[in-house]
Antibody, heavy 114, light 107 residues
Framework: DVQLVESGGGLVQPGGSRKLSCAAS????????MHWVRQAPEKGLEWVAYISSGSSTIYYADTVKGRFTISRDNPKNTLFLQMTSLRSEDTAMYYCARKSFAYWGQGTLVTVSA | ETTVTQSPASLSVATGEKVTIRCITSTDIDDDMNWYQQKPGEPPKLLIS???TLRPGVPSRFSSSGYGTDFVFTIENTLSEDVADYYCLQSDNMPYTFGGGTKLEIK
């Protein structure tokens, strides 16, 4: 079965950094592009970033461009999201999802607060 | 960037009734629209993917239609278990964009 498990969330001070991970299993990770999607408390879904299977193609939402970096380690079946210069509006549940969005993790919560 | 306008923001129906949710895009996206269901405390679940394709295991009471800029998601004979938030997502061009969501309640 396809499994995606996010980790790395927690409480971060404004201006701080955090690195999220998404451990993938049950499929050939290196063959699929991957996304990060976030959802602020009681709000809708927001697409954050995408990375192609070989890392050659990367896209970001304008709201995170220049602050967040998506990357992956194919031999370790892991997706990452490095977040810097965090703001209160980055507070959200962060989900990783496989390319077609058919598979999602359970999410990891990032709270940006002093 | 393609903007996706979803309506209504919420609706309340009796079991057995029909639900209709609409998403309008600011650019032509062919049929690259996807529909998701999200229940409290859970990640979104893909119900319908590009080309109005019902995902395996999803009940046939869920359906969608549309092409270009106007898309409709329908639930026939709504059940109490369908209480959830529903979202559309355009996957035609980056950045991918979600609709604002529709909260479905049962009367």
């Amino acid at each position: 079965d396809v499994q995606l498990v996010e980790s790395g969330g927690g409480l971060v001070q404004p201006g701080g950094s955090r690195k999220l991970s998404c451990a993938a299993s049950g499929f050939t990770f290196s063959s699929f592009g991957m996304h990060w999607v976030r959802q602020a408390p009681e709000k809708g879904l927001e697409w954050v970033a995408y990375i192609s299977s070989g890392s050659s193609t990367i896209y970001y939402a304008d709201t995170v461009k220049g602050r967040f970096t998506i990357s992956r380690d194919n031999p370790k079946n892991t997706l990452f999201l490095q977040m810097t210069s965090l703001r209160s509006e980055d507070t959200a549940m962060y989900y990783c999802a496989r390319k077609s969005f058919a598979y999602w993790g359970q999410g990891t919560l990032v709270t940006v607060s002093a | 960037e393609t903007t996706v306008t979803q309506s209504p923001a919420s609706l309340s129906v009796a079991t057995g009734e029909k639900v209709t949710i609409r998403c309008i895009t600011s650019t032509d996206i062919d049929d690259d629209m996807n529909w998701y269901q999200q229940k409290p405390g859970e990640p979104p679940k893909l119900l319908i993917s590009e080309g109005n394709t019902l995902r395996p295991g999803v009940p046939s009471r869920f359906s969608s239609s549309g092409y270009g800029t106007d898309f409709v998601f329908t639930i026939e004979n709504t059940l109490s278990e369908d209480v959830a938030d529903y979202y559309c997502l355009q996957s035609d061009n980056m950045p991918y964009t979600f609709g604002g969501g529709t909260k479905l309640e049962i009367k």
